[in-house]
């Protein structure tokens, strides 16, 4: 597999595919944050798929794109959304992401669009969401944004999916790679705070309105890996998983630490 890119999806890429997939890009370079709006950063992503794509059409390689299935792309909806729903992203940064997936469909390339929640694993950069969290609670204070959840994934269920995908040939889909089960930042906070044997002081920012709760559909992903385990269980199982496994790596001094 070539992986173009450097970062903590791009590290992990290289673990487990190094030697395989050869006739495979994945781009693990593009924006990386909800909160990015600067014009540059899409500018770049974007000019870096579009090469990529060429490339790709001439060689006859198989593309993976990395898309989101955060709110910034699905909104609130009422029911779990579907990689087939019409869309109707609510920021700059999900119009951004809807505009390169179509990028990818027209290209002519053999592909994988993933649309991917919130990813969390080995490596992290400190300003993602669960060391950023760890490292807040331990110096004694966290702000609580009321009425936001987030949707955790372990980054090595997102390998073992695209593992299964790319053995089987599955090209020309867009998929959500999602737990399915959006976890209130209370109940993460909570989680924390539990496995570090500490209780902090929350500082609570009101929220803007309805709860920003983004339920999204693995029903498509499931039927191509029906092994697919993430958010399996009863409620609470897969976050209580993916705390147990992470929340050490993260405490004071662990942050580069291998997994087990």
Same mark, same amino acid.
């Given at each position: 597999?070539?992986?173009?890119?450097?970062?903590?999806? #791009?590290?992990?890429?290289?673990?487990?595919?190094?030697? *395989?997939?050869?006739?495979?890009?994945?781009?693990?370079?593009?924006?990386?944050?909800?909160?990015?709006?600067?014009?540059?950063?899409?500018?770049?992503?974007?000019? =870096? =798929?579009?090469?990529?794509?060429?490339?790709?059409? *001439?060689?006859?390689?198989?593309?993976?794109?990395?898309?989101?299935?955060?709110?910034?792309? !699905?909104?609130?909806? %009422? &029911?779990?959304? #579907?990689?087939? /729903?019409?869309?109707?992203?609510?920021?700059?940064?999900?119009?951004?992401?809807?505009?390169? %997936?179509?990028?990818?469909?027209?290209?002519? @390339?053999?592909?994988?669009?993933?649309?991917?929640?919130?990813?969390?694993?080995?490596?992290?950069? &400190?300003?993602?969401? +669960?060391? &950023?969290?760890?490292?807040?609670?331990?110096?004694? %204070?966290?702000?609580?944004?009321?009425?936001? !959840?987030?949707?955790?994934?372990?980054?090595?269920?997102?390998?073992?999916?695209?593992?299964?995908?790319?053995?089987?040939?599955?090209? $020309?889909?867009?998929?959500?790679?999602?737990? $399915?089960?959006? %976890?209130?930042?209370?109940?993460?906070?909570?989680?924390?705070?539990?496995?570090?044997?500490?209780?902090?002081? *929350?500082?609570?920012?009101?929220?803007?309105?309805?709860?920003? *709760?983004?339920?999204?559909?693995? @029903?498509?992903?499931?039927?191509?890996?029906?092994?697919?385990?993430?958010?399996?269980?009863?409620?609470? &199982?897969? +976050?209580?998983?993916?705390? /147990?496994?992470?929340?050490?790596?993260?405490?004071?001094?662990?942050?580069?630490? #291998?997994?087990?």
């Amino acid at each position: 597999m070539r992986i173009v890119g450097n970062g903590f999806v #791009a590290s992990h890429l290289r673990e487990a595919f190094d030697g *395989r997939f050869p006739r495979v890009t994945a781009i693990a370079a593009g924006v990386s944050s909800t909160s990015v709006a600067v014009a540059e950063e899409f500018d770049r992503e974007a000019h =870096l =798929l579009y090469e990529v794509l060429r490339e790709s059409c *001439r060689e006859r390689r198989t593309v993976v794109f990395f898309s989101t299935a955060s709110f910034a792309m !699905y909104g609130a909806p %009422e &029911a779990p959304a #579907a990689e087939t /729903d019409p869309v109707f992203p609510p920021s700059v940064y999900g119009r951004h992401k809807l505009a390169l %997936e179509s990028c990818v469909r027209s290209s002519g @390339a053999d592909h994988l669009i993933l649309r991917l929640s919130h990813l969390i694993g080995p490596r992290q950069r &400190a300003h993602q969401l +669960l060391p &950023a969290l760890v490292r807040q609670i331990e110096s004694g %204070e966290v702000t609580v944004y009321d009425g936001v !959840y987030r949707d955790l994934v372990d980054v090595y269920d997102l390998l073992h999916a695209l593992d299964r995908l790319l053995t089987d040939g599955v090209t $020309g889909e867009t998929l959500n790679v999602v737990s $399915g089960r959006p %976890e209130s930042v209370e109940d993460i906070i909570d989680g924390i705070e539990k496995r570090l044997g500490t209780s902090v002081e *929350r500082t609570r920012v009101p929220g803007h309105g309805a709860p920003s *709760r983004t339920p999204v559909s693995t @029903a498509r992903l499931r039927k191509l890996v029906p092994d697919f385990t993430a958010g399996s269980g009863p409620p609470g &199982a897969y +976050l209580d998983r993916v705390l /147990d496994a992470y929340v050490p790596l993260y405490a004071t001094g662990q942050q580069y630490a #291998a997994p087990g």
